[in-house]
């Protein structure tokens, strides 16, 4: 069986009084990711590390950033269309493992709601997304909660 792996980073600012999209969902927080699209970290670090794992480019070749109409993209869109990118390829995921950093607000809580959101876009059970949060204690601009970062593994096997 052929395997592929792939890995993603991406970062965003926060502002205050913007939405926080993070692994698919709304989070409630007085401060929201700054960007193109909805900002959801997550998500495009997982776009990144499937496009990574078959050398198809990074995100920003396939959604530029001065392209209108991801203007406010929901990145949940943006994740279906990388997954039938590796789906067309003959691939399908085995794991996601992921660590969001950032200094507030406590994520706990939204782990199996992210989980569930991701898991079904992927194809995947929830026991196959893994997500883990750190803070920086306080270090540096995430601890500063002036941005958020999100780092991927995944895993892809040949169908
Ligand atoms: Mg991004």
Not at 126 to 151: C, M, N, P, W
């Amino acid at each position: 069986m052929s395997y592929r792996i792939g890995q993603g980073i991406d970062f965003h600012q926060l502002e205050e009084g913007r939405e926080f999209w993070l692994g698919g969902i709304l989070i409630p927080h007085d401060k929201g990711a700054v960007g193109h699209s909805d900002a959801d970290v997550l998500l495009h670090a997982i776009c990144d590390a499937m496009l990574g794992a078959l050398a198809l480019g990074d995100i920003g070749v396939h959604f530029p950033d001065t392209d209108p109409q991801y203007k406010g993209a929901d990145s949940k869109k943006l994740l279906a269309h990388c997954y039938k990118l590796i789906s067309e390829k003959g691939y399908s995921l085995v794991n996601v493992d992921s660590t969001l950093l950032l200094q507030a607000p406590k994520i706990k809580p939204h782990i199996p709601q992210m989980q569930q959101t991701i898991a079904d876009i992927l194809s995947l059970s929830i026991d196959d997304v893994s997500i883990k949060a750190t803070t920086t204690e306080h270090l540096s601009f995430i601890g500063r909660e002036e941005g958020v970062v999100a780092t991927v593994n995944i895993l892809l096997k040949k169908n």
